[in-house]
């Protein structure tokens, strides 16, 4: 048997865990060969490989990235994409396909295995933490312990200035990242993609925080948008999933928060710090047993699955239903944390 992997979409703390575990069990107990793809789709499509071996996976179980590389090309959408995938495939004799990726990248695999009959294991990945059918996805923690770090050392700072600091953080549809970070770091607002802020609102929980003598932290999904508007954007370019390159409503809040309240406003905005450097202790445990079960999935020939953590256990659901929707903050999760808000 001879397995492919690759890495798609934005790329996330745990990724190389998952690479290591899968290529550790496959070579060890099942004396599988693998070969790498680079840069997520654009390996198969363009038939760019590396050499995928213990000796190629020593060492990088605490490394950020993935040495695989990943992009956000989508075979679906490129000239004879499925033909050339197929070619490469079959040219590279490779018997199975483990791709590790978010909502698009799972997509794509979930289209190749139900209708082009191209065997594929998915394992989902995503600082997001937004893909139905897993309770974690690997990458989320990382992030989340880098947001509320950041929160914390804001605080400080905030305070000494008696000034707003706005902390704009990554999530594109779901707020997990702000909803986990704004509650362990304390934040006196804490705002959503799920839900439209009203910035009237924002600005009084703002004032009732300095009435006692503190300054206000306000944590912003990047996806967040205001009650009476659109999206905020300053770029409004396409990825190739047809995605907008998100960032810019902190700076919009802070500046709103100025103007109406005449306090000064500050904004942080934490971008791809999140997505980078070493994995948690948690990211690189759940990375290593999705690689592990991966492996398992591929041996069983139980192909068009993605594997997935349910409580503690890993479990195996249909790639096309996990990818079907995206899991959102629900309403009383983000209910619970009000009463710390202003
Ligand atoms: O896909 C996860 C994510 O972290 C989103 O939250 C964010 O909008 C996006 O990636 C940004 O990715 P990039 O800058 O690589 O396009």
Not at 6 to 30: F, H, M, S
Not at 291 to 305: C, Q, T
């Amino acid at each position: 048997m001879r397995v492919g992997v690759l890495t798609g979409g934005g790329d996330c703390p745990g990724l190389n865990a998952v690479i290591r575990a899968a290529v550790r069990k496959g070579v060890q107990e099942y004396g599988y060969d693998f070969i790498g793809f680079r840069d997520g789709w654009r390996g198969p499509l363009e038939n760019d490989t590396v050499p995928l071996d213990i000796r190629a996976v020593r060492g990088i179980l605490p490394r950020g990235g993935t040495i695989l590389g990943s992009s956000r090309t989508n075979p679906l959408k490129s000239e004879g994409g499925i033909r050339r995938v197929k070619e490469t495939l079959v040219k590279q004799e490779v018997d199975a396909l483990i791709a590790i990726g978010g909502e698009d990248t799972l997509g794509v695999a979930a289209r190749l295995s139900g209708d082009y009959g191209i065997r594929c294991v998915g394992v989902p990945k995503t600082i997001d933490n937004d893909l139905s059918a897993t309770d974690y996805t690997f990458g989320f923690d990382t992030a989340v312990n880098i947001a509320t770090e950041a929160i914390d050392r804001l605080h400080t700072t905030a305070e000494s200035h008696m000034r707003v600091l706005v902390v704009e953080v990554m999530g594109r549809h779901a707020g997990w990242i702000a909803l986990h970070s704004g509650l362990a770091g304390g934040a006196n607002v804490i705002l959503l993609p799920e839900q439209r802020f009203d910035v009237d609102q924002v600005c009084a929980w703002v004032e009732s925080r300095f009435k006692i003598r503190y300054a206000p932290i306000v944590v912003i999904a990047e996806g967040a948008m205001p009650r009476d508007g659109d999206v905020v954007l300053k770029d409004d370019t396409l990825d190739s999933f047809g995605h907008v390159r998100l960032s810019g409503v902190g700076e919009w809040l802070a500046k709103e928060i100025e103007k109406r309240t005449g306090k000064e406003a500050r904004t942080t905005v934490l971008g791809h710090v999140q997505r980078g450097g070493t994995p948690s202790a948690f990211d690189r445990w759940l990375a290593t047993r999705f690689g592990l079960h991966a492996i398992d999935a591929v041996r069983d020939e139980d192909f068009g699955k993605m594997v997935a953590l349910r409580g503690t256990d890993i479990v195996r659901v249909p790639l096309a239903e996990a990818t079907a929707r995206l899991k959102t903050v629900d309403p009383s999760l983000y209910a619970e944390a009000e009463v710390f808000f202003g």
